[in-house]
Structures are given as C-alpha cells and as structure tokens.
C-alpha cells in the first residue's frame, strides 16, 4: 500500500458522512480528524482486524507496542517527539501524554479568545495529520523525514493554510514561528462568524 493509496482509502471512504469542521483546515484534514477520533484511520492493527494477513503488529518505527491509531498518532516516540515540539512552540506546559481523544477534544487552554482556541484546534488537527502521513511513508519503507523537519512542515503547512483562509489577516512569519498565540486575529480579520 502507498501513501497515496492510503489517503485515497481515508477520503474516499468517507463519502457522505458526518464529519467536524474547522475553516483553517483543508478538508482532507478535517476527515482525517474525524476519523482518527473514531479509531477509523488506516492503521496494522486495524487492517490486521479485516484479516490482511500482516507479520507483526508490533510498532514498525519503535517496536514498542501494537500499531494502534493512540500510538501511531501520540504514544510512539516518533509522535510525542513533534508534540513536545508544538507544545514547546506554543508556549504551552503541557508533558504528560494524552490520548487521541483528548487531542481533538473541542477544549482549549486559550482564554483570551475564541478565535485563538480555533487557531490552536487546527494546529493539533495538523499535526495529527502530518505525524501519520510521514508515518506512513516510514511504515512503507519511503524516504523519511526527521520529526523536526515534520515539525518545521507543520509550522509552514499551518501558516500556508490559516493565511489561505484567512485571507484579510495579517499573519507575520516571525511571529507565528516564535509567539504564535499572540498573533491577533479579530472576528472580521478572519471571517469567523
Ligand atoms: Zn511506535
């Protein structure tokens, strides 16, 4: 199975369901989230479940556990790596290691306003999403990349998509690489309503 071959089998499987919606993120993002909550994206251990015959479900990257979608996504070391990395950037003090649930949960440790807390949901919608594409190519033997090259990515994808969606805001580089919450973005700056 390619990587293509897998975001095709997570899209196309996904006609005309439900799905949670965040406007910073395109909507393969969005799917991929939804999904990811309902322990629906394509993973060993969930392959090995529909009977593929597969050699191992042990953790191909770290060889530490099964191949679950909390593994893939937050426990594997590859994982939490790029999440301390993203806390870190968002100034955030946050060490333990949650789960996959709790990473979409609609909660915010943003106050100060709503839009930041929509911001900070699509920044960890995100980095779900690259950490289990470039798992993905690891997994399939592609060429790979180290987690602060994929952490470099996430703050150039979500810069490249939030400036995308919200076109009238002013969005700094430097300042989204080193204070990303005190961007200000107001109501009528990004169209939130
Ligand atoms: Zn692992």
Known sequence: MSVRTDEKILINSFQNQETIRN??????????????????????VELDKKSINLDSVRCPICDDDLKTVDHALVFCKFASEIWLQVFKWWN???TSIFLVGEIFKDTSPFTSSSNISTIWEAIKWITGYLIWKNRNRKVFGK?????????????GKSYEWIYTKAKKSKLDWHIWVTNPASCSFTSRQIGIG
């Not at 060429?143 to 703050?155: A, V």
């Open 143 to 155: 060429k790979s990349s180290s987690t602060s090259m994929i952490f470099n990515n996430i703050q």
């Open 92 to 94: 955030l003090n946050i």
């Open 23 to 44: 406007k910073f993120v395109p909507k393969k993002v969005e799917i991929f989230a939804w999904r990811s909550i309902r322990k629906r994206i394509p993973t060993l």
